[in-house]
């Protein structure tokens, strides 16, 4: 599949419907990412470079969930996969800067740039029609982690 911080990835499938991801970690040893159906519906399965670091991005669209995603990212952490989540820096950043009862109720992860943006929903709107503006979060990562790089609440008219 490719490297990730100068680490082989490789996408196996098993008997018995299972399906996973490995990372190399010395010669002929390896170390579980994840496992999922080899029926799942991946919609992204790539690793991206954020600086001098790499991710492992994974998604799917929950069949039947009105448009529930999962996804997963990995990092090396010492050699070793850990998964990272944007969404605690990603809620931490929109308490500081969006008025209370205001939220984004859901929105994008964008892995390439490393970027969440959404609407902004005010607190007596509809679910089909924000009216708050928009709202984008740029990451970075840090250590072992993702950060807050800047943020922005862009204003409707």
Request: charged fraction near 30%.
């Amino acid at each position: 599949m490719g490297t990730l911080d100068g680490k082989r990835v490789y996408s196996v499938d098993y008997p018995g419907d299972l399906h996973a991801l490995l990372v190399e970690r010395q010669a002929g040893r390896f170390l579980p990412v994840m496992y999922f159906s080899p029926f799942t519906k991946i919609d992204r399965l790539e690793i991206v470079k954020s600086g001098d670091r790499q991710v492992l991005g994974y998604s799917s669209r929950i069949s039947g969930s009105g448009g529930q995603i999962d996804e997963w990212y990995f990092i090396l952490d010492r050699g070793i996969p850990k998964s990272v989540k944007y969404r605690p820096a990603v809620e931490a950043e929109l308490k500081k800067i969006l008025p209370e009862h205001w939220d984004t109720r859901g929105g994008n992860f964008e892995l390439t740039t490393l970027t969440f943006s959404s609407p902004i929903w005010k607190e007596e709107d509809a679910r089909c029609c924000p009216t708050g503006g928009s709202v984008k979060v740029e990451l970075g990562i840090k250590d072992s982690g993702f950060i807050v790089k800047s943020s922005r609440v862009e204003k409707s008219n």
